[in-house]
């Protein structure tokens, strides 16, 4: 580990409040009546309905949604026996990607004992606590002994995951690659180098996917595990191969369809692959190092299907991908265990899933590959969203079908949207835009160099989600850095006024004027207009010179929305152009639009702006519901010949006859756009029923920008906003009262809108190419 990065980790896990984790209350507690219900004597009533009925706790008490993450730190990441302690902050990381990823809360508890028989009994009296239990970073063979009792003694999924997860992902990764091969798993021959807990957990599941035993060949440091070799433990033993003709790994690797590596790095030479049988498939999942770098394992041979534990190369067989959405779906129809055809089940659903095409926004999150199906896509991305409902239904489907369920779903419609509601939970969805930003930052610049701006700046360069460009003063920009102690490294600083950009400004205004010289704007006046940041920023983005722009700090939004359509222009396809919010709040994601753009727009714009959201919506991975608002439903406001009902009303007719495959309607209140048993109860005939909104497209500017901000001001949720709909470049204003968070996290939907901007010239420069050709 590098000194910067000790230091940076350290201050992260050290500021503000320390850990990554806290408790919050989720019921009313702000008068003495909560305080009675909450505590005593309110919470006799509960007591006694549990102590009446056991599974009442899953009713009146957090149980149902709470894991245990236990560990006595013998076997910490690549850290080994470090103590229990000093495993807590590995621990608390589990919990927080529990959280995250699933809305699964957790408590890290850090046992200090070693003896398994003691740890197991400690356990076992702290089990009524939870719903479920992941065993974490314990050492073999006494790992086996833990989870093998524990599951037999309690009923409650418990999981090492070191073992069960590492299995699973690899397990899904595995069966693709051997499709990809061209082979069958009942005839590949296998070896696996490691035989640890992992190794033996990984192996067992693979044998059970259909891998033959006499195919296999296991190998540990002392070479290949054989029946013949005196001293074997009783795991190592069931793998023992009956070949005698072989001694080592070099010995193993001759012929082999497939190694899987869970040992140590560096151990697997090119030599060996070489050796190997046609279309060869290597995971080497030693983490850090792998077994053999991806580098030395492509120059062996064109053929070989590769896949690590790291995420800077193809294929990363990463737990995350498994072990939040398998406790998710088991907790969800209260199973008593996890058992194999649970994890067949995510197996198989986290494969199926690399098979199908896979959202912009995650195909953007990684240098704006597109991936599909292959030797170098076998295993979805962590950050793809579709992971919480696939596995997690998978995974309690089985479960019912296992006779393991106390809870059976029956509406699994219902249990979708609910998960998919979960995506938004604890601003996941602005984490993946920031990763994806971060993954291919670009040339961004803020025109106006405020304070806030600066910092915003400052931020989105240290976090590496763009190339900061400011506009202004550099003697200016300098003092208030300077004062404020913010770093500047690697921003550039540019003066539109100075000698040194007259060259550029003439450029520039030609450009300009050409362009709108029918609109009254002569080369003098454009010549001028340089000297301005908002104009010298705009054509900075139109001419390529820089990919986005941050503006309005202290320009008007009217003056600068006039600009951009002036110099940048709204793409050809539509008349107009808007801008929505995303909000991340603990229902869900949604989506409101036009929050900045139309004052007042009529209907043929509300048309537009439905069309462009529509659009956004799904390039963020979510399937659009839309609603179309007002103060009525359904031409319930019987005087309204004229005004907000009737464009709405308008506009939602022109939809439906025109795009009838959008699912939408309107007009109607927020209220019951968003209470859908009250919407279909009361208004049968609407054609979103039975769906759960996400998207709602306001009727004027007024309402659209005073809800968002009524809701970010009360806390309801995170928001990225506002982002840009129509216009040919990406340029995105903000506010004078916008704070630093907001500007980094509207720089971020800049970054976005400039990687699908390149995306899209890119293949319409294919296009040009393939046609001349």
Same mark, same amino acid.
């Given at each position: 580990?590098?000194?910067?990065?000790?230091?940076?980790?350290?201050?992260? #896990?050290?500021?503000?409040?320390?850990?990554?984790?806290?408790?919050?209350?989720?019921?009313?507690?702000?008068?003495?009546?909560?305080?009675? @219900?909450?505590?005593?004597?309110?919470?006799?009533?509960?007591?006694?309905?549990?102590?009446?009925?056991?599974?009442?706790?899953?009713?009146?008490?957090?149980?149902? &949604?709470?894991?245990?993450?236990?560990?006595?730190?013998?076997?910490?990441?690549?850290?080994?026996? $470090?103590?229990?302690?000093?495993?807590?902050?590995?621990?608390?990381?589990?919990?927080?990607?529990?959280? $995250?990823?699933?809305?699964?809360?957790?408590?890290?508890?850090?046992?200090?004992?070693?003896?398994?028989?003691?740890?197991?009994?400690?356990?076992?009296?702290?089990?009524?606590?939870?719903?479920?239990?992941?065993?974490?970073?314990?050492?073999?063979?006494?790992?086996?002994?833990?989870?093998?009792?524990?599951?037999?003694?309690?009923?409650?999924?418990?999981?090492?995951?070191?073992?069960?997860?590492?299995?699973?992902?690899?397990?899904?990764?595995?069966?693709?690659?051997?499709?990809?091969?061209?082979?069958?798993?009942?005839?590949?021959?296998?070896?696996?180098?490691?035989?640890?807990?992992?190794?033996?957990?990984?192996?067992?599941?693979?044998?059970?996917?259909?891998?033959?035993?006499?195919?296999?060949?296991?190998?540990?440091?002392?070479?290949?595990?054989?029946?013949?070799?005196?001293?074997?433990?009783?795991?190592?033993?069931?793998?023992?191969?009956?070949?005698?003709?072989?001694?080592?790994?070099?010995?193993?690797?001759?012929?082999?369809?497939?190694?899987?590596?869970?040992?140590?790095?560096?151990?697997?030479?090119?030599?060996?692959?070489?050796?190997?049988?046609?279309?060869?498939?290597?995971?080497?999942?030693?983490?850090?190092?792998?077994?053999?770098?991806?580098?030395?394992?492509?120059?062996? %041979?064109?053929?070989? +299907?590769?896949?690590?534990?790291?995420?800077?190369?193809? &294929?990363?067989?990463?737990?995350?991908?498994?072990?939040?959405?398998?406790?998710?779906?088991?907790?969800?129809?209260?199973?008593?265990?996890?058992?194999? #055809?649970?994890?067949?089940?995510?197996?198989?659903?986290?494969?199926?899933?690399?098979?199908?095409?896979?959202?912009?926004?995650?195909?953007?999150?990684?240098?704006?590959?597109?991936?599909?199906?292959?030797? !170098?896509?076998?295993?979805?991305?962590?950050?793809?969203?579709?992971?919480?409902?696939?596995?997690? $239904?998978?995974?309690?489907?089985?479960?019912?079908?296992?006779?393991?369920?106390?809870?059976?779903?029956?509406?699994?419609?219902?249990?979708?949207?609910?998960? %998919?509601?979960?995506?938004?939970?604890?601003?996941?969805?602005?984490?993946?835009?920031?990763?994806?930003?971060?993954?291919?930052?670009?040339?961004?610049?803020?025109? !106006?160099?405020?304070? &806030?701006?600066?910092?915003?700046?400052?931020?989105?360069?240290?976090?590496?989600?763009?190339?900061?460009?400011?506009?202004?003063?550099?003697?200016?920009?300098?003092?208030?850095?300077?004062?404020?102690?913010?770093?500047?490294?690697?921003?550039?600083?540019?003066?539109?006024?100075?000698?040194?950009?007259?060259?550029?400004?003439?450029?520039?205004?030609?450009?300009?004027?050409?362009?709108?010289?029918?609109?009254?704007?002569?080369?003098?006046?454009?010549?001028?207009?340089?000297?301005?940041?908002? #104009?010298?920023?705009?054509?900075?983005?139109?001419?390529?010179?820089?990919?986005?722009?941050?503006?309005?700090?202290?320009?008007?939004?009217?003056?600068?929305?006039?600009?951009?359509?002036?110099?940048?222009?709204?793409?050809?396809?539509?008349?107009?152009?808007?801008?929505?919010?995303?909000?991340?709040?603990?229902?869900?994601?949604?989506?409101?639009?036009?929050?900045?753009?139309?004052?007042?727009?009529?209907?043929?714009?509300?048309?537009? $702006?439905?069309?462009?959201? #529509?659009?956004?919506?799904?390039?963020?991975?979510?399937?659009?519901?839309?609603?179309?608002?007002?103060?009525?439903?359904?031409?319930?406001?019987?005087?309204?010949?004229?005004?907000?009902?009737?464009?709405? %009303?308008?506009?939602?007719?022109?939809?439906?006859?025109?795009?009838?495959?959008?699912?939408?309607?309107?007009?109607?209140?927020?209220?019951?756009?968003?209470?859908?048993?009250?919407?279909?109860?009361?208004?049968?005939?609407?054609?979103?029923?039975?769906?759960?909104?996400?998207?709602?497209?306001?009727?004027?500017?007024?309402?659209? &920008?005073?809800?968002?901000?009524?809701?970010?001001?009360?806390?309801?949720?995170?928001?990225?906003?506002?982002?840009?709909?129509?216009?040919?470049?990406?340029?995105?204003?903000?506010?004078?009262?916008?704070?630093?968070?907001?500007?980094?996290? @509207?720089?971020?939907?800049?970054? +976005?809108?400039?990687?699908?901007?390149?995306?899209?010239?890119?293949?319409?420069?294919?296009?040009?190419?393939?046609? +001349?050709?």
């Amino acid at each position: 580990m590098g000194k910067d990065l000790k230091e940076m980790a350290l201050q992260y #896990h050290s500021m503000g409040k320390p850990g990554k984790i806290e408790i919050v209350p989720t019921k009313p507690h702000s008068t003495q009546t909560d305080l009675g @219900l909450a505590y005593t004597p309110g919470v006799a009533s509960p007591c006694l309905e549990i102590e009446k009925d056991q599974n009442l706790a899953y009713e009146y008490t957090g149980k149902g &949604n709470l894991v245990a993450v236990i560990s006595n730190g013998t076997a910490v990441l690549g850290l080994g026996d $470090i103590g229990a302690l000093a495993g807590k902050p590995v621990m608390e990381g589990k919990a927080l990607l529990f959280k $995250i990823y699933a809305g699964i809360d957790v408590f890290d508890i850090e046992i200090n004992e070693k003896d398994p028989k003691k740890f197991i009994e400690i356990v076992k009296g702290i089990a009524p606590t939870f719903g479920g239990i992941n065993l974490e970073d314990i050492k073999a063979p006494e790992c086996f002994e833990i989870e093998d009792t524990l599951k037999a003694e309690l009923d409650i999924p418990v999981m090492h995951d070191d073992q069960h997860g590492t299995a699973i992902i690899s397990s899904a990764g595995l069966l693709n690659a051997i499709e990809v091969a061209g082979k069958s798993i009942r005839n590949v021959k296998m070896v696996v180098n490691g035989a640890g807990a992992a190794a033996c957990a990984c192996t067992r599941l693979y044998l059970s996917l259909g891998l033959k035993k006499e195919n296999l060949v296991m190998c540990d440091s002392k070479g290949v595990i054989r029946k013949d070799r005196k001293g074997l433990t009783e795991a190592k033993a069931f793998f023992a191969t009956e070949r005698t003709d072989i001694e080592t790994l070099e010995d193993a690797m001759k012929g082999a369809d497939v190694f899987v590596g869970l040992s140590k790095g560096n151990i697997l030479t090119r030599e060996m692959v070489r050796s190997m049988a046609d279309q060869p498939i290597v995971f080497a999942l030693a983490n850090p190092t792998p077994e053999i770098s991806y580098e030395e394992a492509m120059a062996s %041979r064109g053929d070989l +299907i590769f896949a690590t534990g790291r995420s800077d190369y193809p &294929n990363q067989v990463n737990n995350v991908i498994g072990f939040p959405y398998i406790f998710r779906g088991a907790l969800d129809v209260r199973a008593t265990t996890i058992n194999e #055809h649970m994890k067949h089940a995510a197996v198989r659903a986290i494969a199926a899933l690399a098979h199908k095409p896979v959202p912009d926004v995650v195909n953007i999150a990684y240098n704006s590959q597109r991936f599909t199906f292959g030797k !170098e896509y076998l295993i979805p991305k962590p950050l793809d969203p579709r992971l919480l409902t696939e596995v997690s $239904i998978a995974v309690a489907k089985a479960a019912i079908e296992s006779g393991v369920a106390r809870k059976p779903i029956t509406d699994w419609d219902a249990y979708y949207d609910r998960l %998919r509601d979960m995506m938004g939970y604890d601003n996941k969805l602005i984490r993946q835009f920031s990763d994806t930003a971060r993954s291919n930052p670009k040339r961004v610049v803020f025109a !106006e160099s405020n304070l &806030n701006m600066l910092k915003a700046a400052v931020q989105a360069q240290a976090e590496g989600i763009a190339h900061p460009i400011m506009l202004g003063n550099p003697e200016r920009i300098q003092m208030i850095a300077q004062r404020e102690q913010l770093d500047l490294t690697g921003i550039k600083i540019v003066n539109p006024r100075s000698p040194e950009e007259f060259e550029r400004r003439r450029n520039y205004a030609a450009i300009y004027a050409e362009e709108n010289g029918r609109n009254g704007v002569t080369f003098e006046e454009a010549r001028d207009d340089m000297f301005e940041p908002n #104009h010298f920023g705009m054509m900075m983005v139109k001419v390529g010179d820089a990919d986005a722009l941050i503006s309005g700090g202290y320009s008007k939004y009217s003056e600068t929305i006039e600009l951009a359509k002036e110099i940048i222009g709204i793409r050809p396809e539509y008349k107009h152009f808007g801008a929505m919010h995303i909000l991340s709040t603990k229902k869900g994601t949604f989506f409101l639009a036009d929050t900045l753009v139309n004052r007042d727009p009529d209907a043929e714009t509300l048309v537009d $702006i439905v069309k462009l959201t #529509h659009d956004a919506v799904r390039f963020f991975a979510h399937e659009p519901v839309m609603a179309m608002l007002s103060y009525a439903n359904f031409g319930s406001d019987k005087e309204a010949a004229r005004g907000t009902v009737n464009k709405v %009303r308008e506009a939602v007719k022109t939809i439906h006859e025109q795009y009838p495959d959008y699912v939408l309607d309107g007009e109607m209140q927020v209220n019951v756009a968003l209470d859908k048993d009250l919407r279909d109860t009361k208004y049968p005939f609407n054609k979103i029923k039975g769906q759960t909104v996400n998207t709602l497209i306001f009727p004027c500017l007024s309402s659209a &920008n005073t809800t968002c901000k009524m809701l970010l001001e009360m806390g309801v949720g995170e928001s990225i906003g506002p982002v840009q709909m129509g216009l040919n470049k990406p340029v995105h204003f903000t506010d004078s009262d916008a704070s630093v968070h907001d500007i980094f996290n @509207l720089t971020v939907a800049a970054v +976005i809108d400039a990687i699908v901007q390149e995306k899209k010239d890119e293949e319409k420069n294919k296009k040009k190419f393939d046609k +001349i050709w």
